[in-house]
């Protein structure tokens, strides 16, 4: 059966310092992967996707990148954090055009 | 712009009661509908998908799907205080590899 992981679970950074984060993928092979950013009382906003190792596609301008050096692995990283960039980040993963299933989450707090 | 619209609640439902969950959408060529369960603090977790019109049931949930009207709803059936999270619904249109989701509807179940 298919797992996704992420870590950290959660993280306190202060401003303008950098961020990793990582996702993993067990049990698929090509996946589709997402990151999303959920703020508080506030709706999923998709930030990046990738189809496929090195394509990224982002969807919002901002100072966050992403990298998907191995197919069933995708970072989430910024070289300068904003109290802003706080939230839950989700990745998530499907088969192509099929049903998108989340990671656990990391917790975001940029003081 | 596509959009998923959702009343944000909080809708409450004594427990044993039937909950109504809905949500519209404007892209008319949107082919696969979703709902996600989650949980304060936790990530979206799948109950059910549909792609046609009419109902689908799987357990004590029915997803309803009206694409005409532009509507998929769901139901809960003999509703538990477990059942008490936000529902996410998320839509993908014809050709495009990503998910729409509304803002969700909290739902709280009274004992």
């Known amino acids: 059966s298919q797992t996704i992981h992420q870590w950290p679970a959660t993280l306190v950074q202060p401003v303008g310092s950098p961020l990793s984060l990582e996702c993993t993928v067990e049990?698929?092979?090509?996946?589709?992967l997402y990151w999303y950013r959920q703020a508080a009382g506030r709706g999923l906003q998709l930030l990046f996707y990738s189809v496929g190792i090195g394509q990224i596609s982002s969807e919002v301008p901002q100072n966050l990148s992403a990298s998907r050096p191995q197919d069933r692995q995708f970072i989430l990283s910024s070289k300068k954090l904003l109290l802003s960039d706080s939230g839950f980040y989700l990745c998530?993963?499907?088969?192509?055009?099929?049903?998108?299933?989340f990671g656990p989450g990391t917790r975001l707090t940029v003081l | 712009q596509k959009e998923v619209e959702q009343n944000s609640g909080p809708l409450s439902v004594p427990e044993g009661a039937i909950a109504s969950l809905n949500c519209t959408y404007s892209d008319r060529g949107s082919q696969s509908f979703f709902w996600y369960r989650q949980y304060s603090g936790k990530s979206p977790e799948l109950i059910m998908f549909i792609y046609s019109n009419g109902d689908k049931e799987d357990g004590r949930f029915t997803a309803q799907l009206n694409k005409a009207s532009q509507y998929v709803s769901l139901l809960i059936r003999d509703s538990q205080p477990s059942d008490s999270a936000t529902y996410l619904c998320?839509?993908?249109?014809?050709?495009?590899?990503?998910?729409?989701f509304g803002k969700g509807t909290l739902l709280t179940v009274n004992p």
């Open positions: 998320a839509v993908r249109g014809g050709s495009n590899y990503k998910l729409t």
């Open positions: 049990g698929t092979s090509n996946p589709n």
């Open positions: 998530a993963w499907e088969v192509a055009g099929d049903t998108q299933y």
